[in-house]
């Protein structure tokens, strides 16, 4: 590199690309130019990544290559040069068995690429599920400025009158057609209702929820959770945030300066308050992992009893993402519960999260979605963390969603070894189960699945369903939809693969829950334990190559947020002395 050369670009990483005066710098302009553009377009200029998640396959994300070039628009106008780049894309619906086994290889390829190319910043393009938490993991251990939009939930679906929100209504319908309340046609014009524009899922499911987090974490411009993917200010939002990155790299504001502990506490509130997805938990504690931060499961439980929960969406209530939008959006919630926040924490918008409030709109729009905090849905106890000697190292229950005559129950265990014994099974009319029976199904876990699917969700038997029973205890080592509802409790750790207490419930056994106490226990005495313990022998492994033998090998339990244990913390910066030759 010339001497001075790095000084004059600011300091900029891109320029120990770019700036160069040897062969290397010759190369790399060259080959830049090969695209078309000039010096002009590129030298002395912060160089931002836009690092999107589009495909074909993701129909949460197919819009997003409109978005790029909204943030491509407003990166040139704050003099900017924006390079877009694609990464591993991941979807709900078609990936199998999970993209839970997968949110941590795209985390590796969004590090990876990041620290790779010459970017002094990056905006995540995310939408569907695991592509908000597998971009963000990746950018929190590169530590690069960073800025994340996602793309925002459809519109409602319309059927007879009745707002169809995906998937909460699949499961209630599903239920409906196999009690035999309605017929396979309404079904199917169900299906064609349901999902009618662009988006993720537009109940307060995991992408939403994890939309809201990453609005609560700082790590978005105000308001932008909950705009909906065919309205136009999603693309002006884009398009400010093309702007606002350029603003980061020059500040040099990083992830690990927004996504402190303050940050976090921020999260779980906003958390509880809008009774999000279970599925946060996981997340939030994975990318405390990659900035070296300690997030124990007790800090969601503390919260949970001393945040009122606020937001009227499905699966818990009954309105949905375009109507939390309207009836205004995540800041609206932030401002009833002002009080309990950390209003010193930095965000992206470059203010801290007290002056966003005070810069933008807080008003609750109606009373129909957004709660006044003198008149919460609950005045605490969205999501509880359980402990026991079923669940050693902790299980997560939405008990907003729950009959709240499950909340405290006892039953009598039917255990089902995997999920294909589950499906096996469940409808048949002989099953020995009844409203009081305890559903347990192991083998679902990070291990066991692989990648912890979205199981927890048993299905009620069809005999029970046709019965008027609407509800279960239901009890795995499993995730479940953020769309979904129920007395279920998830996230049983340690799992059962791995020989956690879970492996040695046998049908017959008497499980207790009492959420008041956060206990969930199996009526069992320590030698009993002792005894089926030294009988148990560990399931075959499911894969003998490739990433999945590399994910069985060292992903984390549940409590531990499910990420690779060599992935936790953040990279090494790239070195100035790097060559191309």
């Given at each position: 590199?010339?001497?001075?050369?790095?000084?004059?670009?600011?300091?900029?990483r891109?320029?120990?690309?770019?700036?160069?005066?040897?062969?290397?710098g010759?190369?790399?302009?060259?080959?830049?130019?090969?695209?078309?553009?000039?010096?002009?377009?590129?030298?002395?200029?912060?160089?931002?990544g836009?690092?999107?998640?589009?495909s074909?396959?993701?129909?949460?994300n197919i819009h997003?290559?409109?978005?790029a070039?909204?943030?491509?628009?407003?990166?040139?106008?704050?003099?900017?040069?924006?390079?877009?780049?694609?990464v591993?894309?991941?979807g709900?619906?078609?990936?199998?068995?999970t993209?839970?086994?997968?949110r941590?290889?795209?985390?590796?390829?969004?590090?990876?690429?990041?620290?790779?190319?010459?970017?002094?910043?990056?905006?995540?393009?995310?939408g569907?599920d695991?592509?908000t938490?597998?971009?963000?993991?990746g950018a929190?251990?590169?530590?690069?400025?960073t800025?994340?939009?996602?793309?925002?939930?459809?519109?409602?679906?319309?059927?007879?009158?009745?707002?169809?929100?995906?998937?909460?209504?699949?499961w209630?319908?599903h239920?409906?057609l196999?009690?035999g309340?309605?017929?396979?046609?309404?079904?199917?014009?169900?299906e064609d209702?349901?999902?009618?524009?662009?988006?993720?899922?537009?109940?307060?499911?995991?992408?939403?929820?994890?939309a809201?987090?990453?609005e609560?974490?700082?790590?978005?411009?105000?308001?932008?959770?909950?705009i909906?993917?065919?309205?136009?200010?999603r693309?002006?939002?884009a398009?400010?945030?093309?702007?606002?990155?350029v603003?980061?790299?020059?500040?040099?504001?990083?992830?690990?300066?927004?996504?402190t502990p303050?940050?976090?506490?921020?999260?779980i509130?906003?958390?509880?308050?809008?009774?999000?997805?279970?599925?946060?938990i996981?997340?939030?504690?994975?990318?405390?992992?990659?900035?070296?931060l300690d997030l124990?499961?007790?800090?969601f439980?503390?919260?949970?009893?001393?945040t009122?929960?606020?937001?009227?969406?499905?699966?818990?209530?009954?309105?949905l993402?375009?109507?939390f939008y309207?009836a205004?959006?995540?800041?609206?919630?932030?401002?009833?519960?002002?009080?309990?926040l950390?209003?010193?924490?930095?965000t992206?918008?470059g203010?801290?999260?007290?002056?966003n409030?005070?810069s933008v709109?807080?008003?609750?729009?109606?009373?129909?979605v957004?709660?006044?905090?003198?008149?919460?849905?609950?005045?605490?106890g969205?999501?509880?963390?359980?402990?026991?000697?079923?669940?050693?190292?902790g299980?997560?229950?939405?008990?907003?969603?729950?009959?709240?005559?499950?909340?405290?129950?006892?039953?009598?265990?039917?255990?089902?070894?995997?999920?294909?014994?589950?499906?096996?099974?469940?409808d048949?009319?002989?099953?020995d189960?009844?409203a009081?029976s305890?559903?347990v199904l192991?083998?679902?876990?990070?291990?066991?699945?692989p990648?912890?699917?979205?199981?927890?969700?048993l299905?009620?038997?069809?005999?029970?369903?046709?019965?008027?029973?609407?509800?279960l205890?239901?009890i795995?080592?499993?995730?479940?939809?953020?769309?979904?509802?129920?007395?279920v409790?998830?996230?049983v750790?340690p799992?059962s693969?791995v020989?956690?207490?879970l492996?040695?419930?046998?049908?017959?056994?008497?499980?207790?829950?009492?959420?008041?106490?956060?206990?969930?226990?199996?009526?069992l005495?320590?030698?009993?334990?002792?005894?089926?313990?030294?009988?148990?022998?560990?399931?075959?492994?499911?894969?003998?190559?490739?990433?999945?033998?590399?994910?069985?090998?060292?992903?984390?339990q549940?409590n531990?947020?499910?990420?690779?244990?060599?992935?936790?913390?953040?990279?090494?910066?790239?070195?100035?002395?790097?060559?191309y030759?």
């Open positions: 590199m010339r001497s001075g050369d790095y000084e004059q670009a600011g300091g900029r891109s320029a120990r690309w770019l700036e160069r005066g040897d062969l290397d010759f190369l790399h302009r060259s080959w830049l130019k090969s695209t078309g553009v000039t010096d002009e377009a590129f030298r002395g200029r912060p160089v931002i836009i690092c999107n998640s589009w074909e396959l993701v129909n949460c997003l290559r409109g978005l070039e909204a943030v491509k628009r407003g990166v040139l106008q704050a003099g900017g040069f924006p390079r877009e780049f694609p591993m894309s991941l709900e619906a078609l990936m199998k068995p993209t839970m086994l997968y941590n290889l795209m985390a590796m390829d969004v590090e990876e690429s990041i620290r790779s190319y010459p970017l002094d910043g990056v905006v995540l393009l995310t569907c695991k592509t938490p597998g971009a963000t993991l929190c251990s590169a530590d690069i400025p800025l994340v939009i996602t793309g925002g939930p459809m519109l409602n679906g319309h059927w007879r009158g009745e707002e169809l929100g995906s998937c909460s209504d699949c209630r319908y239920e409906q196999r009690a309340r309605i017929s396979e046609r309404d079904f199917a014009e169900i209702a349901m999902s009618r524009s662009n988006g993720h899922c537009m109940t307060m499911g995991t992408a939403s929820t994890m809201c987090m990453t609560a974490l700082g790590l978005t411009l105000p308001g932008g959770a909950a909906p993917a065919a309205d136009s200010r693309t002006q939002l398009e400010s945030a093309g702007r606002q990155i603003e980061l790299v020059e500040r040099g504001i990083r992830p690990s300066d927004i996504l303050a940050a976090f506490e921020n999260a509130r906003a958390l509880h308050a809008i009774s999000g997805s279970t599925n946060a996981i997340h939030l504690i994975a990318y405390a992992g990659r900035l070296g124990p499961l007790s800090r439980d503390e919260f949970s009893q001393t009122p929960w606020l937001v009227n969406l499905k699966p818990a209530g009954e309105r993402m375009e109507d309207y205004g959006g995540l800041p609206a919630v932030l401002a009833q519960i002002r009080d309990l950390n209003l010193d924490a930095l992206v918008s203010r801290t999260l007290g002056e409030l005070d709109a807080t008003e609750i729009v109606g009373d129909g957004i709660r006044p905090r003198s008149n919460p849905l609950d005045r605490g969205s999501l509880a963390v359980l402990r026991g000697n079923l669940c050693p190292d299980a997560v229950m939405k008990i907003s969603a729950a009959d709240p005559l499950l909340l405290k129950h006892e039953g009598r265990a039917l255990v089902f070894e995997d999920i294909h014994d589950l499906a096996a099974r469940v048949d009319p002989d099953l189960v009844d009081d305890v559903m192991r083998n679902a876990g990070p291990v066991g699945a990648g912890m699917p979205e199981w927890g969700h299905p009620i038997p069809a005999k029970l369903l046709r019965r008027g029973v609407s509800d205890l239901r795995s080592d499993a995730r479940m939809s953020g769309t979904s509802y129920g007395a409790v998830l996230h750790a799992e693969a020989g956690g207490p492996a040695l419930v046998r049908t017959g056994d008497r499980i207790l829950l009492d959420v008041d106490s956060r206990t969930l226990d199996v009526q005495d320590e030698p009993e334990f002792r005894r089926r313990r030294a009988a148990w022998t560990p399931p075959p492994r499911k894969d003998a190559r490739g990433y999945r033998l590399l994910y069985e090998d060292h992903v984390l549940a531990e947020g499910c990420d690779l244990d060599f992935l936790r913390g953040r990279s090494p910066v790239v070195s100035d002395t790097v060559t030759l």
